[in-house]
């Protein structure tokens, strides 16, 4: 199973909502990746978990505030987001974090904050 | 980390037509990968290159790497519609970073 699942596809919220977004992936890799892309740019990294553990967190505002409950799952919880916000989400897995190797991307959560 | 550079930004091509886009970069890698992208999706690996490597293939895909010049180049050929996408190189291991991506149109 090559797969990594995001759920949901779409999501709307308004600015006091607070609601989650899930990744998913049992291929056993040991890193995952959140990137936010908004549209015609290249995908932006905005945390790494290694083996569970927060290794990156690239000055991501802390209405973001992501999970690793465990070595299968991510999740991203949203709280207070603004319009701006409004973008691609993208959950992405690796092997490790330092391997080289390819990552593996789910198709994606739209999230439109109104 | 480091990213990317590519160019063109955007390329339209007739059906069956060679499409070739390039990644430039600074400083040293030891890899370098291409993703596609179609519209509004997730990013699908294509092809990974070792620093060490100077071209490799798949399918309709080459990608080559001079790193003197700290660029590669992305082939395709025998174009298809189907090969409409956005095209991202990435660079590093521990934290890929995406160039601004080239975005391909290949017409019927």
Same mark, same amino acid.
């Given at each position: 199973d090559t797969e990594v699942t995001q759920t949901p596809k779409h999501l709307v919220m308004g600015m006091t909502n607070k609601k989650s977004l899930k990744c998913e992936q049992h291929? %056993?890799? #040991?890193a995952m990746y959140w990137y936010k892309q908004k549209a015609k740019k290249p995908p932006e990294l905005m945390f790494v978990y290694s083996y569970e553990k927060? =290794?990156?967190?690239? =000055?991501? +505002? =802390?209405r973001f505030s992501p999970e690793c409950p465990n070595s299968s799952l991510l999740n991203l919880h949203l709280h @207070?987001? *603004? +319009?701006?916000?409004s973008a691609l989400y993208l959950c992405a897995s690796r092997t *490790? *974090? %330092?391997?080289v190797g390819e990552q593996y991307f789910g198709p994606g959560t739209r999230l439109t904050v109104t | 980390s480091q990213q990317g550079e590519e160019d063109p930004q955007a390329l339209s091509i007739q059906e069956g037509e060679n499409a070739t886009m390039n990644c430039s970069y600074k400083t040293s890698i030891n890899n370098l990968q291409w993703y596609r992208q179609n519209s509004g999706r997730g990013l699908v690996h294509l092809i990974l290159i070792r620093s060490n490597e100077r071209e490799k293939h798949s399918g309709r895909l080459r990608v080559t790497l001079d790193t003197s010049k700290k660029s590669s180049s992305l082939l395709i050929t025998a174009? #298809? @519609? @189907?090969?409409t996408a956005s095209y991202f190189c990435a660079l590093g291991a521990g934290k890929s970073t995406f160039g601004d991506g080239t975005t391909l149109t290949v017409k019927p």
């Open positions: 291929m %056993g890799h #040991r927060l =290794s990156i967190n690239e =000055s991501v +505002p =802390s @207070a987001l *603004q +319009p701006e916000d *490790q *974090q %330092g391997a | 174009s #298809r @519609a @189907a090969d």
